[in-house]
């Protein structure tokens, strides 16, 4: 299965330019967008001297070296497994709410074709809180929500831009 994903991820990088930045969304090469983003985060998990998940000691060491193969494979490929820390959370911050200023909402297409990948920093965004919310390993930070919320940002991505009325409004 591994080394199916590294073929797509390869042919993806061939048809982008040299871009290993695959968004999350992707849905091409069933879900290749996912599977990257697994990755880094195993990536993380591993400089970080962590496991995904409680195992026993004799499987971890299996599975690290395991993970060491599928690094190299990665690096090969010239994989980016830190990408997203080329732009700093507070830069994102900005354009996103440069955005907001421009656009009236927080609700950047993952296709937008202003600050580079930014729809897919806020699918990120959204994503990482959600695993904050479940009590799952994520890379947010209490400081960063309240950094997003000041701008009104919507956890769920809405299909419109109106404002939506609070149940006691309605009544």
């Known amino acids: 299965m591994f080394e199916e994903r590294l073929v797509h991820l390869a042919d993806y990088k061939q048809k982008n330019n040299g871009d290993t930045n695959v968004p999350f969304k992707f849905k091409g090469y069933e879900n290749l967008g996912k599977w990257v983003s697994q990755q880094r985060k195993q990536y993380k998990l591993n400089k970080q001297n962590k496991s995904s998940s409680k195992m026993k000691m004799k499987m971890?060491?299996?599975?690290?070296m395991k993970m060491k193969e599928r690094f190299c494979a990665l690096v090969s490929i010239d994989f980016d497994f830190e990408w997203r820390l080329n732009c700093t959370f507070e830069e994102r911050l900005a354009q996103l709410a440069d955005y907001k200023e421009k656009?009236?909402?927080c609700?950047?297409?993952?296709k937008f074709n202003g600050y580079k990948n930014l729809g897919g920093w806020v699918d990120y965004q959204r994503h990482q809180h959600q695993l904050y919310k479940e009590n799952k390993p994520n890379s947010t930070t209490k400081?960063?929500?309240c950094e997003l919320e000041k701008l009104n940002f919507g956890w769920r991505k809405r299909t419109n831009s109106r404002p939506r009325l609070s149940l006691l409004a309605q009544k």
Do not use: A, D, L
């Not at 971890?60 to 690290?64: G, H, R, Y």
């Not at 609700?107 to 993952?110: S, T």
């Open 60 to 64: 971890k060491m299996k599975m690290k």
């Open 103 to 105: 656009n009236g909402n």
């Open 107 to 110: 609700n950047v297409p993952c």
């Open 143 to 145: 400081e960063q929500i």
